[in-house]
């Protein structure tokens, strides 16, 4: 089974910027899609962005232009650089990556445990 494993987290100042890393482990055949997604309290679970295994990024409107993914293929790491933070981006952030375990068995959505995030002044 693939984990997913975040790091990067924590506090920072509105208008500061913060990167968060997901590194996923175990063995499988391809990992297709990663992505962060979050969550804030009393709210569904919702896109930030996406990076397909070719590179083809998409964002939700309220973070583009603010927020940067990136992906390592070589180590299976999806990045997020979260620039010009606002409160409203106060959220647990969740990795997320969509695993195949041979060429025929996938999809399989895979989440990390989540980071917080907070952003206050």
């Known amino acids: 089974q693939v984990k997913l494993m975040e790091s990067g987290g924590g506090w920072v100042q509105v208008g500061g910027s913060q990167r968060l890393s997901c590194a996923a482990s175990?063995?499988?055949?391809?990992?297709?899609?990663m992505g962060w997604y979050r969550q804030a309290p009393g709210r569904n679970r919702e896109l930030v962005a996406t990076?397909?295994?070719?590179?083809?990024?998409n964002y939700d409107h309220s973070v583009k232009d603010r927020f940067t993914i990136s992906r390592d293929r070589g180590t299976n790491t999806v990045f997020l650089q979260m620039d010009s933070l606002k409160s409203e981006d106060t959220a647990v952030y969740y990795c997320?990556?969509?695993?195949?375990?041979?060429?025929?068995?996938?999809?399989?959505?895979?989440w990390g445990q989540g980071t917080q995030v907070t952003v206050s002044s």
């Open positions: 175990g063995t499988f055949f391809m990992i297709n899609a």
């Open positions: 990076i397909s295994k070719t590179g083809y990024s």
């Open positions: 997320y990556a969509g695993v195949w375990y041979t060429d025929e068995e996938g999809p399989y959505d895979t």
